[in-house]
């Protein structure tokens, strides 16, 4: 195709389209070069796309652009497909692929019968941004239930999507309302087509600022989580425990605050006998036992090995060892794995006397614990 000459002014409307496909060019390389989340790549091609159509509508004249309408119209609808179905992925919302497939191929269809067949300027504005916006409406309901979930950064991506799918909205209603007989050969020069262009880097980059503030505070979250989490049975680590015991002391103030050590009895043994992809389906099965028996505010880590360690809150000694008893009864009487394995649990148990005993509790704790496997195993010491 055969550009005509235009005004250098007209070359000057590049810099907004161009500042866009650098920042969906960012978000991709991004994904690829730093394992960043997929959402990324998504709305990477949802800059790109829709940018590069605006990038081409700058340069072209009306005759070019009722030519070449369907396809200028599939980069904007194809980049605002991907931009959310990016989305999407981000707040985990339900999937529409089909309804938003069917509602973009209807959009190219009457794209190309205003273009070819009945030659409608307006109509295409139309279309376009109908399409758009309801696209990005497609999305609104996952987007506010990830808003009832998320800190404030979290919520500010939220209302920064809303914003963005009402000044669509809007946009649509203006085309529609007011913009039916704006002529159409100067409408890149048209006060219209600056507005938009103004309003359309702002908010492509103020959005674009948001979706990498949230992903950086995204992937600081799954590092810190990563740094505390046993990566096998997803309890805390020793890192972890450490680091969360001076907020639940602090909490409860020293108050009925009781550690307990446990250890699966004859791991080795199990190791040897079934392999270790079946020891380590029985340190979850027993990680699971363990977070479900106390309550959500509790404190349960693996130590390392076959060794567990619980910070738990009771009234009295007697009913944390009536807890433990009853822990320990659940695993003795439950068969581990497909392999139908029986396991049992030997448990140590000491009271935290201030905030600057842990040390000696965890001790004590764990003196208590081999105290009770040599005993005899499967049993709570507690004194």
């Not at 497939?101 to 295409?124: A, E, M, N, P, T």
């Not at 808003?147 to 909205?169: D, E, H, M, P, R």
């Not at 040390?359 to 208590?368: G, S, T, Y």
Request: glycine share 6%.
């Amino acid at each position: 195709m055969k550009f005509v000459y235009l005004p250098s002014f007209q070359y000057f409307l590049l810099i907004v389209p161009t500042c866009l496909i650098l920042i969906g060019c960012t978000f991709i390389v991004g994904y690829l070069m730093f394992h960043a989340p997929k959402y990324l790549f998504w709305c990477g091609i949802g800059y790109i796309l829709p940018s590069s159509a605006l990038g081409i509508q700058s340069l072209m004249t009306n005759e070019q652009m009722t030519l070449t309408a369907p396809w200028i119209g599939i980069l904007y609808l194809c980049g605002t497909w991907a931009l959310t179905h990016g989305i999407r992925l981000k707040v985990k919302a339900k999937s529409c692929f089909l309804a938003s497939l069917l509602l973009v191929l209807c959009g190219i269809c009457l794209l190309g019968y205003l273009s070819y067949i009945d030659q409608k300027f307006w109509l295409r504005m139309l279309t376009i941004n109908f399409v758009i916006t309801c696209l990005l409406a497609m999305v609104v309901p996952g987007v506010y239930s990830y808003f009832k979930q998320v800190s404030l950064l979290g919520k500010i991506f939220c209302f920064s999507y809303f914003f963005l799918t009402i000044y669509n909205a809007i946009r649509f209603l203006v085309i529609l309302f007011y913009l039916q007989d704006i002529d159409a050969t100067n409408l890149s020069f048209s006060n219209w087509w600056m507005l938009m262009l103004a309003v359309n880097i702002i908010l492509s980059i103020w959005f674009a600022i948001i979706i990498v503030a949230t992903t950086v505070k995204e992937q600081f979250t799954l590092l810190n989580h990563e740094r505390y989490q046993d990566p096998l049975t997803k309890l805390y680590n020793r890192r972890g425990f450490f680091e969360k015991t001076g907020t639940l002391i602090k909490k409860y103030q020293i108050t009925h605050l009781y550690i307990v050590m446990c250890d699966i009895d004859h791991f080795k043994k199990i190791n040897d006998t079934w392999g270790h992809a079946i020891g380590d389906k029985i340190l979850c099965e027993i990680g699971h036992i363990l977070k479900d028996s106390v309550r959500e505010e509790d404190l349960i880590a693996r130590f390392g090995g076959e060794e567990f360690v619980i910070m738990v809150k009771c009234s009295n000694y007697a009913s944390t060892i009536k807890l433990v008893n009853r822990i320990r009864d659940k695993i003795e009487k439950q068969s581990f794995t497909e392999n139908c394995i029986d396991v049992t649990v030997s448990f140590g148990i000491a009271e935290i006397q201030s905030q600057t005993q842990l040390m000696e509790a965890l001790e004590l704790a764990d003196q208590r614990l081999y105290a009770a496997k040599n005993n005899g195993r499967n049993q709570v010491c507690f004194h």
